[in-house]
T-cell receptor
Framework: DVKVTQSSRYLVKRTGEKVFLECVQDMDHENMFWYRQDPGLGLRLIYFSYDVKMKEKGDIPEGYSVSREKKERFSLILESASTNQTSMYLC???????????FGDGTRLSIL | GNSVTQMEGPVTLSEEAFLTINCTYT??????LFWYVQYPGEGLQLLLKATKADDKGSNKGFEATYRKETTSFHLEKGSVQVSDSAVYFC????????????FGKGTHLIIQP
């Protein structure tokens, strides 16, 4: 079974902090994704990566950056956390092509 | 751009009732279509998929047929169980796989015993 592991289930940070969310997958997938999930808005794509050191902006990249130094690891970075970034963050990975994405269990992030 | 529209909940049914959750989409090209399910406190799990017109995806008693003429991918199950209570997301991918999925807003399904 594909395993996508997010480093924290729950995280509480303060406004202005730099926050790192880590995601690791064990299936050698080329593609990795970060989404945020908010009530009434569903899931929205923040960033994705189709190869090591490659990144593409999704629908809502503002206030975020990403890093993919190794194929199995994809990090989401909140450069200066703000309260409107309080949300559930979901990482996913997939093979190339029209393959389904496999999701981690999510990180519920609260910015105080 | 791409978009997915699905009925918003909550949808409340009795056990053994017939389930339909509607999903329609707008997309460029020929998208692949997916249904994902999210149980409380968990991430999303792939429920079923269809990659071309008239394909039927099925899993765990759930079915959905890719209807290109009506741009729809409705989820159905003949007899729901309490354990089916969850949030269901319809999604599409039309970017060759390297792009992210476009999701509907999710339908919260509640099954009462």
């Amino acid at each position: 079974d594909v395993k996508v592991t997010q480093s924290s289930r729950y995280l509480v940070k303060r406004t202005g902090e730099k926050v790192f969310l880590e995601c690791v997958q064990d299936m050698d997938h080329e593609n990795m994704f970060w989404y945020r999930q908010d009530p009434g808005l569903g899931l929205r794509l923040i960033y994705f990566s189709y190869d090591v050191k490659m990144k593409e902006k999704g629908d809502i990249p503002e206030g975020y950056s990403v890093s993919r130094e190794k194929k199995e690891r994809f990090s989401l970075i909140l450069e200066s956390a703000s309260t409107n970034q309080t949300s559930m963050y979901l990482c996913a990975s997939s093979w190339r092509g029209y393959q389904p994405q496999h999701f981690g269990d999510g990180t519920r992030l609260s910015i105080l | 751009g791409n978009s997915v529209t699905q009925m918003e909940g909550p949808v409340t049914l009795s056990e053994e009732a017939f389930l339909t959750i509607n999903c329609t989409y707008t997309a460029t090209g020929y998208p692949s279509l997916f249904w994902y399910v999210q149980y409380p406190g968990e991430g999303l799990q792939l429920l079923l998929k269809a990659t071309k017109a008239d394909d039927k995806g099925s899993n765990k008693g759930f079915e959905a047929t890719y209807r290109k003429e009506t741009t729809s991918f409705h989820l159905e199950k003949g007899s729901v169980q309490v354990s089916d209570s969850a949030v269901y997301f319809c999604a599409l991918n039309s970017g060759g796989g390297a792009d992210g999925l476009t999701f509907g807003k999710g339908t919260h399904l509640i099954i009462q015993p």
